[in-house]
């Protein structure tokens, strides 16, 4: 058991030099989305314990547009990039 481990352990690769330039690169692509998605939520925790408002509905509303503009933003990008 122990030399199965072994050979399992030496299989996996050696990540402790972080991520790759590629993977940040995908981040950094992605960090529009996921700033929306906090604001969103932002929004989705202000009003949990309370009765909406319109000024609360507005902001929920304004949100989850950004969300949706930042997707389709990166989208748009991913197949431009691929059709370059």
Do not use: C, F, K, Y
Request: net charge negative; charged share 35%; hydrophobic share 50%.
């Amino acid at each position: 058991m122990t030399n199965r481990t072994v050979r399992h352990l030496a299989a996996v690769p050696n990540d402790d030099d972080g991520p790759s330039a590629a993977e940040l690169e995908a981040i950094e692509t992605e960090m529009p989305v996921v700033l929306a998605e906090v604001e969103l939520l932002d929004a989705q925790i202000a009003v949990l314990d309370r009765v909406l408002s319109e000024v609360d509905a507005r902001r929920l509303r304004r949100a989850e547009r950004r969300v949706l503009a930042a997707r389709r933003a990166v989208a748009n990008r991913a197949v431009r990039e691929v059709g370059a």
